[in-house]
């Protein structure tokens, strides 16, 4: 079956034409074709690219070499075969430099059907080739799901803004960086196909927002960045991050569905000194991690001491990476007097960094870095292994103390844990402490996100005979229902309570009312913060059995217990 093709004649003799048209059906081809003499007509005749173009070389209006010129500058990838009745060698060479598929002579137009073909065929490839690029292109610098660039191709055009703002100072851009809040319960809840569908949904959203000169990328972890470019202000930035937020308001419809998202959004703009792309996109996400810390969705506008609070963030990190590693955790002890007799009974078992550089630091300074690290469990671990190693050894040095015990601070998340009973119970047994010794410590509010499953918990701990103790309470919303139903020992007084005890104070009537309640549920009281000869007398006055403070003595190092168990004292 003969081949069509669509070809463009540029020839200015008729005869001549019908010639090559012969020659391409005599090689089994089926030309519709066109002739054209003139620049004018040529032109008008690409506004319908051909398939092939054959062109003489010297016509009296026109020539081959400008043809070709015209054809590359509408940037139009068509072979382009020369067929003259005289060239000269040097030009022929020449023009197959500006791009010609291939010339040849009037006189030998038995090769014109297999110049043709090699033409188009290296056409073919060379579309192909670009095809393939094209894919390469879009897997390499493309989210695949989303479609939108990634963080490699954000980036390089994120370092063009850039460079142009430093040859241009008058040229402004800010970065976005959109965070999404609750995603992971869509996830957790929908299930990894219907999340991504989720996140398609948002991508094209987004896309609202965006101007032709702008760049939205999809960063994975449920993250995008704006590249807000040329802009007349730096306001202009907020404004966008607003419309952005807006567009969060209205609910996602999945399958009959209705999915609520929130974005946080941080902001940072060219008119800071940057010498990188990537530092902008860093500081652009540190202040999208503060606008999410505030905990309602907005956005917040980098500023330098963000980026100071970060640094500050990573070497806590890194610093309590290598504390694990080098041990350099340590416990303090604050000593639990029986009010009743005046002496030591027990103690609360607190955690301390001896930081190399810093010294001492306290647990409100690092706990909140380690719970997010994720080893926060290993932490109390090692802390409750220590305090039994610990006191076991106290117990047996000074076996004259009456039934000292030492009580460990545990979160509900960590009493969830499904083999903590195991690894208490193995602690006890290893170090050989006496029955009823370990304690354990919640919070009220702790106790309050769970408390079934901590009331569960602390049943099992109760048939080893370890006690609980229920921390800070008044300052939580725990009700009486609750307090009936737990299997705990005793009630910990909060110290905000205990340090404004006096007989003239109304912490007084809060504090008899804490105490007649423990006693009537059948709990122990214990008061934390006594830090005066009065609120010692009071406390005593109403039967409280145990008591904290600085009165007595502040969490000790471990160095410091023996003296003051030896030393007997009494207050």
Request: hydrophobic residues 45%; negative net charge.
């Given at each position: 079956?003969?081949?069509?093709?669509?070809?463009?004649?540029?020839?200015?003799?008729?005869?001549?034409?019908?010639?090559?048209?012969?020659?391409?059906?005599?090689?089994?081809?089926?030309?519709?074709?066109?002739?054209?003499?003139?620049?004018?007509?040529?032109?008008?005749?690409?506004?319908?690219?051909?398939?092939?173009?054959?062109?003489?070389?010297?016509?009296?209006?026109?020539?081959?070499?400008?043809?070709?010129?015209?054809?590359?500058?509408?940037?139009?990838?068509?072979?382009?075969?020369?067929?003259?009745?005289?060239?000269?060698?040097?030009?022929?060479?020449?023009?197959?430099?500006?791009?010609?598929?291939d010339y040849l002579l009037k006189d030998r137009l038995g090769r014109l059907a297999h110049s043709m073909a090699q033409a188009l065929d290296r056409r073919r490839l060379m579309a192909e080739k670009r095809q393939v690029e094209q894919r390469l292109f879009l897997e390499s610098f493309h989210d695949s799901l989303t479609g939108l660039p990634n963080r490699a191709l954000f980036l390089d055009r994120l370092d063009r803004a850039v460079l142009r703002h430093h040859r241009?100072?008058?040229?402004?851009?800010?970065?976005?960086?959109?965070?999404?809040?609750?995603?992971?319960?869509?996830?957790?809840?929908?299930?990894?196909?219907?999340?991504?569908?989720?996140?398609?949904?948002?991508?094209?959203?987004?896309?609202?927002?965006?101007?032709?000169?702008?760049?939205?990328?999809?960063?994975?972890?449920?993250?995008?960045?704006?590249?807000?470019?040329?802009?007349?202000?730096?306001?202009?930035?907020?404004?966008?991050?607003?419309?952005?937020?807006?567009?969060?308001?209205?609910?996602?419809?999945?399958?009959?569905?209705?999915?609520?998202?929130?974005?946080?959004?941080?902001?940072?703009?060219?008119?800071?000194?940057?010498?990188?792309?990537?530092?902008?996109?860093?500081?652009?996400?540190?202040?999208?991690?503060?606008?999410?810390?505030?905990?309602?969705?907005?956005?917040?506008?980098?500023?330098?001491?963000?980026?100071?609070?970060?640094?500050?963030?990573?070497?806590?990190?890194?610093?309590?990476?290598?504390?694990?590693?080098?041990?350099?955790?340590?416990?303090?002890?604050?000593?639990?007097?029986?009010?009743?007799?005046?002496?030591?009974?027990?103690?609360?078992?607190?955690?301390?960094?001896?930081?190399?550089?810093?010294?001492?630091?306290?647990?409100?300074?690092?706990?909140?870095?380690?719970?997010?690290?994720?080893?926060?469990?290993?932490?109390?671990?090692?802390?409750?292994?220590?305090?039994?190693?610990?006191?076991?050894?106290?117990?047996?040095?000074?076996?004259?103390?009456?039934?000292?015990?030492?009580?460990?601070?545990?979160?509900?998340?960590?009493?969830?844990?499904?083999?903590?009973?195991?690894?208490?119970?193995?602690?006890?047994?290893?170090?050989?402490?006496?029955?009823?010794?370990?304690?354990?410590?919640?919070?009220?509010?702790?106790?309050?996100?769970?408390?079934?499953?901590?009331?569960?918990?602390?049943?099992?701990?109760?048939?080893?005979?370890?006690?609980?103790?229920?921390?800070?309470?008044?300052?939580?919303?725990?009700?009486?229902?609750?307090?009936?139903?737990?299997?705990?020992?005793?009630?910990?007084?909060?110290?905000?309570?205990?340090?404004?005890?006096?007989?003239?104070?109304?912490?007084?009537?809060?504090?008899?009312?804490?105490?007649?309640?423990?006693?009537?549920?059948?709990?122990?009281?214990?008061?934390?913060?006594?830090?005066?000869?009065?609120?010692?007398?009071?406390?005593?006055?109403?039967?409280?059995?145990?008591?904290?403070?600085?009165?007595?003595?502040?969490?000790?190092?471990?160095?410091?217990?023996?003296?003051?168990?030896?030393?007997?004292?009494?207050?």
């Amino acid at each position: 079956m003969p081949i069509p093709i669509n070809l463009l004649i540029i020839e200015d003799s008729p005869a001549d034409a019908e010639l090559l048209v012969e020659a391409l059906r005599d090689a089994d081809y089926d030309p519709v074709w066109r002739r054209v003499e003139t620049k004018a007509d040529y032109l008008r005749e690409l506004s319908i690219p051909p398939d092939v173009i054959l062109s003489d070389f010297s016509l009296p209006q026109f020539d081959g070499r400008t043809a070709l010129m015209l054809l590359k500058e509408r940037g139009l990838d068509i072979p382009f075969i020369i067929v003259s009745g005289c060239i000269g060698e040097d030009v022929a060479v020449e023009c197959m430099k500006s791009g010609a598929s291939d010339y040849l002579l009037k006189d030998r137009l038995g090769r014109l059907a297999h110049s043709m073909a090699q033409a188009l065929d290296r056409r073919r490839l060379m579309a192909e080739k670009r095809q393939v690029e094209q894919r390469l292109f879009l897997e390499s610098f493309h989210d695949s799901l989303t479609g939108l660039p990634n963080r490699a191709l954000f980036l390089d055009r994120l370092d063009r803004a850039v460079l142009r703002h430093h040859r241009d100072r008058e040229h402004l851009y800010a970065v976005l960086y959109v965070g999404l809040d609750g995603f992971k319960v869509v996830h957790d809840s929908l299930g990894h196909v219907q999340a991504d569908r989720i996140l398609v949904h948002v991508s094209q959203r987004l896309l609202r927002r965006v101007r032709s000169v702008d760049t939205l990328a999809s960063l994975g972890n449920q993250e995008f960045a704006l590249l807000l470019d040329n802009l007349k202000s730096a306001d202009s930035a907020i404004r966008i991050a607003e419309r952005i937020r807006q567009e969060f308001v209205t609910s996602f419809e999945l399958d009959g569905r209705e999915i609520f998202l929130k974005a946080s959004i941080g902001i940072t703009s060219g008119a800071q000194e940057y010498e990188r792309g990537e530092c902008v996109l860093r500081d652009a996400a540190t202040a999208m991690h503060r606008a999410k810390g505030a905990g309602e969705a907005g956005f917040a506008v980098f500023d330098p001491a963000m980026h100071e609070q970060a640094m500050t963030r990573l070497k806590m990190e890194t610093d309590l990476r290598q504390a694990l590693e080098r041990n350099e955790f340590r416990l303090h002890y604050q000593p639990v007097m029986a009010l009743d007799r005046g002496c030591v009974a027990g103690f609360e078992a607190l955690i301390r960094w001896q930081h190399p550089e810093r010294g001492l630091v306290m647990p409100q300074a690092f706990l909140p870095v380690a719970a997010e690290m994720g080893i926060l469990d290993m932490l109390a671990e090692r802390s409750c292994a220590e305090a039994c190693r610990q006191l076991a050894e106290w117990q047996e040095a000074f076996p004259r103390v009456d039934a000292l015990s030492v009580s460990v601070n545990f979160t509900a998340r960590q009493l969830a844990r499904p083999d903590l009973v195991a690894k208490l119970r193995q602690m006890v047994r290893t170090t050989a402490l006496k029955p009823g010794s370990l304690k354990i410590e919640i919070t009220e509010s702790e106790m309050m996100e769970d408390p079934k499953t901590v009331s569960e918990i602390l049943q099992e701990l109760s048939a080893e005979h370890i006690d609980s103790c229920l921390d800070d309470f008044g300052t939580g919303y725990s009700s009486l229902s609750h307090l009936q139903r737990l299997p705990l020992s005793f009630l910990k007084v909060d110290q905000s309570f205990i340090r404004r005890l006096s007989l003239e104070s109304d912490a007084l009537p809060m504090v008899k009312t804490i105490v007649v309640l423990a006693h009537q549920l059948g709990r122990k009281v214990i008061a934390e913060g006594v830090e005066s000869h009065e609120q010692l007398s009071i406390l005593r006055s109403l039967g409280c059995e145990y008591g904290q403070g600085y009165l007595f003595a502040p969490p000790l190092p471990d160095t410091d217990i023996p003296a003051l168990l030896a030393s007997g004292q009494r207050w």
